[in-house]
């Protein structure tokens, strides 16, 4: 039950219906990141993998089984903004556009996936 509500208010339920995984994820693999997703922290339990097409992202949550994970084409990211994630410099990436969800990184993450993005605003 609350994983539903806050999957719900963070966006997590859109984003997995629009961006959910059709393939394994491949690439670079950034495990126990912490993550916010819309209004709702994700702390020391996503996996990021970064390939040339996308960011894949898989949240375990405690007592019960662990989403499908996400893939979010690069070109879906359409907005990044210098912002905070437990007072540490951190970046906030708008998905979709209508804008499905904001999702902030730590910045030692972003740095990983910065060469992969396009040309956005930020």
């Avoid at 394994?24 to 020391?44: F, H, M």
């Avoid at 499908?68 to 990436?93: D, G, N, S």
């Amino acid at each position: 039950m609350i994983k539903g509500f806050f999957g719900r208010i963070s966006g997590l339920d859109e984003l997995a219906r629009r961006y959910t995984a059709t393939r394994t994820p491949q690439g670079e693999e950034l495990t126990r990141q912490t993550v916010q997703i819309g209004s709702v922290s994700y702390k020391r339990c996503v996996t990021l993998r970064i390939d040339a097409e996308g960011l894949f992202l898989q949240i375990r949550f405690i007592f019960s089984k662990k989403r499908a994970p996400f893939f979010i084409p690069w070109q879906e990211i359409k907005h990044v903004q210098l912002t905070r994630l437990y007072w540490q410099q951190a970046f906030m990436l708008t998905i979709g556009n209508p804008a499905v969800t904001r999702i902030i990184l730590p910045k030692s993450s972003y740095l990983r996936i910065a060469p992969y993005l396009p040309l956005i605003p930020s």
